[in-house]
């Protein structure tokens, strides 16, 4: 796995594909922790079925992220209102997402 520093990523802080990630702040342990989970998550579902389900299905996106953002050590507040402004996800769905997860 490679970790590369980059401040061209939109809106994101990192990104995570197949065995790269590239990071604003690649010291930043807990983001670290976050992307290298959804390599994992890349490996575990096939790299293309995971990037189609996480670009057009909502509710797997929301999953995955929960998960990393947990890892991540964020609160389920902080959570829901990441999803929310990431990803126009309401925050009453946030709650059953994160209570699931």
Not at 30 to 39: D, N, P, Q, V
Request: proline share 1%.
């Amino acid at each position: 796995m490679y970790v590369w520093k980059c401040k061209y990523l939109g809106r994101f802080d990192a990104v995570a594909l197949r065995w790269c990630i590239l990071m604003r702040d690649p010291t930043d342990e807990a983001l670290l922790r976050h992307e290298m989970l959804h390599i994992q998550q890349q490996r575990k579902w096939g790299f293309f079925r995971y990037m189609y389900k996480w670009l057009f299905q909502k509710e797997f996106r929301a999953k995955v992220e929960v998960e990393a953002y947990k890892l991540q050590g964020l609160s389920d507040m902080d959570i829901h209102l990441k999803l929310a402004s990431d990803y126009n996800i309401s925050l009453e769905h946030c709650k059953k997402i994160t209570s699931s997860a």
